[in-house]
C-alpha cells in the first residue's frame, strides 16, 4: 500500500454478513444476508479540502474522493490509470458540464460519456477495477446484467475486450430503443454477448435473478453483477457531486435535483452531502413510477405496477438503494432494516415511522411529474433557454422549478442525451434532432444478437457452453 490509511471496511445494511474489503464488496454486489454494503465509517472532508478541489481537474478530483474508499485494493498508479483511462473517451474535458438555466438553476450534464448516459461515469469506473482486480488475482469472470437500455450500453462498451471478464447483456425483445439496441449489437467483442429475450424487462430480471440463486452455476462461472446497488458504482458517482460543488463560490448552498428510479444516483449525492459538500436539499424527482414520492409523501413504501412512460430508464417500481438510506434512517439498526424488507417481501410494502421520516426531510424533497407534463417542461426549456434536454432530464427540471429557493443554487442533473429519446423529444418541440456522429453511425453497423426464448435454462446452456 502506497499511504498509511487503514483499508476501509465495509457492512451489510441487514447486520448479519461479515466486514469486507472494497475487493470483496467490489464483486460480491450484494451481501450473502442480501443486504447492501456500505463503508464502515465515512472519511470527513473540511473546508480546505473543498477549496483545494478548485484547482483540481475532474480526474484528479476523483482520485482524493475514491482513495481511502479503494484502500489496499488498488495502488496509487493503479487507481491513477484507472481514472485516466475511464474518462478518456468523454467528449468534455471536464467531463461534465454546468449550464444556466436561469439565474440560480443549472443543469449538470452527465452525458459526455461514449453512450451519451450518465451511467458510463460509474461503468467505465467498475469495469476497469474489475479488470485490475482481477489481473491482480489472475482470475476471470462472468457478469450477467438485465437492461431496460442504458445500463446494457454502458456495460458493453465498458467491458469490452476486457481479458479477464465475460459479459452477458439480456434486453427485451422489441422493448428498447433502436439506438439503444444498436448501442449494444453493434460492438464486436469476444468477450460480449448481447441477447434478446423474448419477454419484458421484468422476465430479463428474473432470469438473472434465478441464475444467481443457483449457487452451484454461479459458482462454476465466478458470476458477478454489475448492477447499481454496487459500492464502486455509488461512489464513482459521487465524484461529480463533489466536483460540480467545487466549480461554484464555496459559500454557495446547493440543492441537487435528480430524476430517479432506482435511488442510486440521488443517493450518492447523499453520500456526497455526508462527505461534506455544501449541500442543503435533495430533491426527488419520478414519473409517474412515483414509490419515490408516495414514500416521501405517506411514509409507506409500497410497490405498485410498473407504467410505460417517455422516461423509460426510470420506469421502475422498486427503488434497491433506498434500503442504503433506510440503514440511516434508523440510525445504523441493521435488525430494523431486516423488518421492513421482510415486510417488503410479505406485503409488498412497510411503513416509515413519523419521526424517521421527519429525518428523510431533513435531507430530501420530492415530486411527481406526468407524461403531458414532461412533454411541456421540453418544449418550455426548448422555448426559453434553446436547450434540448430529455425526457428524463425535464422530469428533474419540471420538479426543481417547484423548489426553487433564492438563498440556494439549485442544480438539475441532465441524465441522457436527448437524441437517445428522439422520439419523445420529437413529439415535444416538434422537429427532429440532429443525430451526434458517433450515434448516426450506428445506424450503418452490422448488428450481433443472441436471439433466446424466456427460458432460464435455456440462458444457462448457453453460458455454460461459451465457458
Ligand atoms: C438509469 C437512469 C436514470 C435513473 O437512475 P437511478 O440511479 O436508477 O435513479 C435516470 N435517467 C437516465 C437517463 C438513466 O439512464
Redesign the pocket.
Known amino acids: 500500500m502506497d499511504s498509511l490509511v487503514a483499508d476501509m471496511l465495509y457492512k451489510s445494511t441487514r447486520g448479519e454478513a461479515g466486514s469486507v474489503s472494497f475487493q470483496e464488496a467490489l464483486f460480491s454486489g450484494l451481501a450473502p444476508d442480501g443486504g447492501l454494503y456500505i463503508p464502515e465509517v465515512l472519511p470527513k472532508y473540511d473546508a480546505s479540502f473543498h477549496s483545494s478541489m478548485v484547482e483540481m481537474s475532474y480526474e484528479e478530483v476523483a482520485f482524493a474522493i475514491l482513495k481511502p474508499f479503494v484502500g489496499g485494493c488498488f495502488s496509487d498508479q493503479e487507481l491513477n490509470t484507472i481514472i485516466s483511462e475511464a474518462y478518456s473517451e468523454f467528449r468534455k474535458s471536464d467531463k461534465c458540464e454546468l449550464v444556466n438555466l436561469s439565474e440560480n438553476h443549472k443543469i449538470l450534464e452527465l452525458?459526455h460519456g461514449p453512450t451519451f448516459?450518465?451511467?458510463d461515469f460509474a461503468m467505465q469506473m467498475i469495469a476497469r477495477m474489475f479488470h485490475q482486480a482481477l489481473k491482480n488475482i489472475r482470475k476471470s469472470i462472468t457478469i450477467i446484467v438485465a437492461t431496460s437500455?442504458?445500463?446494457g450500453a454502458?456495460a458493453v462498451h465498458a467491458f469490452r475486450n476486457l481479458e479477464f471478464v465475460n459479459l452477458y447483456v439480456l434486453f427485451p425483445k422489441d422493448r428498447i430503443s433502436e439506438i439503444q439496441r444498436r448501442q449494444m449489437t453493434t460492438e464486436k467483442a469476444s468477450n460480449v454477448s448481447v441477447v434478446s429475450v423474448d419477454g419484458n424487462f421484468d422476465d430479463c430480471q428474473s432470469i438473472v435473478k434465478s441464475i444467481f440463486n443457483d449457487k452451484d452455476f454461479s459458482k462454476a462461472v465466478s458470476l458477478t453483477g454489475v448492477n447499481?446497488i454496487n459500492w464502486a458504482r455509488i461512489i464513482s458517482?459521487v465524484v461529480y457531486y463533489l466536483f460540480a460543488a467545487s466549480r461554484l463560490p464555496t459559500s454557495a448552498k446547493i440543492d441537487f435535483c435528480?430524476?430517479?428510479?432506482?435511488?442510486?444516483?440521488?443517493?450518492?449525492g447523499y453520500v456526497a452531502k455526508k462527505l461534506g459538500v455544501n449541500i442543503d436539499k435533495l430533491i426527488i424527482a419520478t414519473n409517474r413510477n412515483d414509490i419515490l414520492h408516495r414514500t416521501l409523501s405517506s411514509g409507506r413504501y409500497r410497490k405498485g405496477e410498473v407504467l410505460q412512460t417517455f422516461?423509460p430508464?426510470?420506469d421502475?417500481q422498486v427503488?434497491s438503494?433506498f434500503e442504503r438510506m433506510l440503514y440511516d434512517v434508523y440510525q445504523c439498526n441493521a435488525k430494523i432494516v431486516r423488518k421492513k424488507m421482510e415486510s417488503l417481501q410479505l406485503n409488498g410494502s412497510y411503513d416509515i415511522e413519523e419521526d424517521s421520516l421527519r429525518t428523510l426531510k431533513n435531507d430530501f424533497i420530492s415530486g411527481v411529474v406526468t407524461e403531458a407534463e414532461t412533454l411541456a417542461e421540453i418544449k418550455k426549456v426548448f422555448m426559453h433557454s434553446k436547450m434540448i434536454i430529455?425526457p428524463?432530464?425535464a422530469v428533474g427540471t419540471k420538479v426543481s422549478r417547484n423548489f426553487l429557493d433564492e438563498k440556494n443554487i439549485t442544480i438539475s442533473?441532465a441524465?441522457?442525451h436527448p437524441a437517445?429519446?428522439g422520439d419523445a423529444v420529437e413529439k415535444a418541440i416538434s422537429r427532429k434532432i440532429v443525430l451526434p456522429k458517433s450515434l448516426d453511425a450506428l445506424f450503418y453497423k452490422r448488428e450481433k444478437v443472441v436471439e433466446a426464448p424466456n427460458d432460464v435454462n435455456y440462458l444457462k446452456d448457453f453460458i455454460r457452453r461459451e465457458q
Open positions: 452525458f448516459a450518465f451511467k437500455g442504458d445500463t454502458a447499481s458517482q435528480v430524476p430517479t428510479g432506482n435511488f442510486g444516483n440521488i443517493y450518492a422516461s430508464s426510470m421502475i427503488s438503494n430529455c428524463h432530464t442533473l441524465t441522457a437517445k429519446f
